[in-house]
């Protein structure tokens, strides 16, 4: 009668461990995609913050700084970076190169891809997050959020919408080039709720009203009385967690691995 070897069963990865591993791998091999995701948000808080008036405290934003509002912009623009210009790539990149048809003859399930995919871009956004509030405090003197765990939060609930958006943009693009055409109108109407060009704050007020049901403009607006020490108003992380439930709900509804 014979015995396993106790170090061969712990070595050996489970087929969700093994995807992982090999997705990390492939993601660190995309130097464009780590370049949007890490570089750029932290690049573009650097070019602003070097502007002599953006760092200049401004009577209108209550003696605030334009610096000071564009960290909480350049955090969710690695959220948008990651979900929104990363991830559905490749996902509608596997499905029709048929890797996820492939897939489902193994006894890994898409599934587990899927999970992977959520997960790096997931992380990365996070790692970018903290870099960009690194750099604006070291570089620019910008102060750590006050109300570090409403902050955490607003940024938690952020970051599921954006990846449930993606995961939407995958269930509707058959190809990458739709994928592709979709995910760049999809970035630039982030990009603009959540401020990239013109803050949040300094909308004007009917503009900034409807800014406020969308996911980033809620998340804008949350993050940034957060960095000012008082708690996210429930009101926005509520629009944040139901565009996350709602769009998530869809996304598994409309998924096809084929």
């Known amino acids: 009668m014979t015995t396993a070897n106790p170090a061969t069963a712990t070595d050996t990865p489970t087929p969700w461990a093994a995807v992982l591993r090999t997705e990390t791998r492939l993601f660190l091999r995309e130097p464009a ?4 995701i890490l570089v750029f948000p932290t690049a573009l808080l650097t070019i602003l913050g070097l502007i002599p008036s953006f760092r200049a405290p401004d009577e209108a934003l209550g003696d ?4 000071d509002l564009y960290v909480p912009v350049s955090v969710l623009l690695a959220v948008i970076m990651a979900g929104i210009g990363a991830m559905p790539p490749v996902l509608t990149g596997y499905r029709e190169r048929g890797i996820l048809r492939r897939m489902s003859a193994t ?23 903290a870099l960009v509030v690194t750099v604006g405090r070291a570089v620019f003197g910008v102060r750590l959020p006050g109300q570090p765990f409403g902050y955490v939060l607003a940024l938690l609930l952020a970051t599921a919408s954006v990846l449930g958006l993606g995961a939407l943009l995958c269930a509707l693009s058959r190809t990458t080039k739709a994928s592709s055409a979709i995910g760049t109108v999809a970035n630039f109407v982030m990009m603009f709720t959540a401020g990239v060009w013109i803050p949040v704050q300094t909308m004007p007020d009917t503009l900034r009203r409807i800014v406020e049901v969308t996911p980033f403009g809620a998340a804008s607006q949350a993050l940034d009385r957060a960095a000012s020490g008082g708690w996210p108003g429930w009101v926005q992380l509520g629009v ?7 769009v998530t709900g869809l996304a598994t509804r409309l998924f096809r691995w084929e």
């Open 107 to 129: 006894p890994v399930p898409p599934s587990a891809l899927l999970t992977a995919q959520i997960a790096l871009h997931g992380a990365a956004a996070l790692g970018s997050a």
């Open 33 to 36: 995609g780590l370049f949007w």
């Open 240 to 246: 944040m967690a139901l565009w996350a439930a709602v």
């Open 64 to 67: 605030r700084r334009v610096v």
